[in-house]
């Protein structure tokens, strides 16, 4: 209780009294002290109706948006390779909806399968080079419904502190012990396996190979080492590697030249550079076997990933097989984007090579607000690219988190970061 008032005040730590269980409803004011709540509140109060948070859009979201008729330049989107509503996704989608309808309407073992989950799969798998996947509805539930049935009593799960919040789920469900090592400090992940590793039956240690709010990579190669010497498990979140990184957009493994059989459990989403919504594992047969047939939350208790969306996944993977200029358009955009933002002097944080390219705030960030006003002077140059703050983040850390696409051009992210400067250097003077 005492640690429950620390962080979210008096009002919600107390315990639920027997006359307070008499009142029902849910009440905002029940939640008014939990820093995520006030956060929304701030954002929204500022803000009012002209809110670039949800704003209503029209269209595809790729290098530009639509929003309330107007047109902006994005930096909000996963369509890395900008393949998202492309003639080959949409042909493919059309025709499957035109076969097997909207939903799969049944979990793929009660209502049978459609030939093209398991086409998907096997792509999925051809493109990483592994035995096999398998697909479930989102990103999400693929890395909580993993974690959370491979690793039980007497194991350990060690993960970095700036995973998603879908692994830290998926620990945190587990029954297995947790513990963090510091981002990207491996050598922290490696004391901590030497000191615990005996003490436990199986190990499992969780990364992602691009971070989705630094945009940097793991060390695929040192990690594989340490974690082969502490016999322990390796899971990879590649949500936004597959189709990003290495020569032909195979991920993390094809970018360090190392073996997909290098990491044992590859989690992928189809929801960025795959054009569509659901989520993947991919790894030995035996790997896929478990969670196709035991593991809640694939095929067990879950409808099937709806065919249309396969057919979009699968349009992509087939385009990747003969052509990666937009791969190779899109780590030159990267490059360009990263070398631009530092000429201006920008703080770019721990970007590496990745379309994930945060600009930090500093003092115009933080405070909520002033985080907001530059969003919006931002907004309203027809930039859309939306600030994050603590607790997304960590404190003092804000952010524009700007992602790119192969489609973008070097004239629209100049003109951009050269924007982003100026509100940034008038925001001191407006907040001095
Ligand atoms: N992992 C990471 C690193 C992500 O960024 C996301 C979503 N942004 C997910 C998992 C979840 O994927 P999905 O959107 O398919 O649920």
Partial sequence: IEKLKEKYGAANAAPVTAVQKKVTP???????????????????NFFGEDNPYCAPREGTIGKTVTIDGEAFDSFCSYNYLGLNGSSQVKTAVIETLER???SASA????????????QLE???????????????????????????????EYDLIVFDEYCHNSLVEGCATSKARRMQFRHNDLDHLDRLLSKQREQHRRVLVVVESVYSMD??????EKLVAIKNRHNAYLMVDEAHSIGVLGETGRGLCE???MEATDVDIIMGTLSKSLASCGGFIAGSRALTGLLRYIAPGFLLYSAGVPPTSCAASLAVLETLKTDNSRVQRLQANTQAFRDIARDLELDTGLADATPIVPIMLGGAGDSVEKMAWVTRELYRNRVHVVGITYPVVPRGEARLRFFLTS????NQYRRALEITRQVIQRSQEVHA
């Fill in 255 to 257: 970018h360090a030249g």
């Fill in 100 to 102: 097997h309808g909207s």
């Fill in 107 to 118: 979990s793929r073992v009660a209502g049978g399968e459609c030939a093209i989950h398991r």
């Fill in 407 to 410: 489609e973008h051009n070097e």
């Fill in 215 to 220: 945009g940097d990579i793991v060390d695929l």
């Fill in 26 to 44: 849910i009440r905002e004011t029940d939640f008014a002290d939990w820093p995520e709540y006030q956060q929304v509140t701030a954002i929204e």
């Fill in 122 to 152: 096997e792509a999925l798998a051809d493109h990483l080079g592994t035995e096999d996947a398998i697909v479930t509805v989102g990103g999400y539930i693929a890395n909580m419904a993993t974690i959370r049935f491979l690793m039980g």
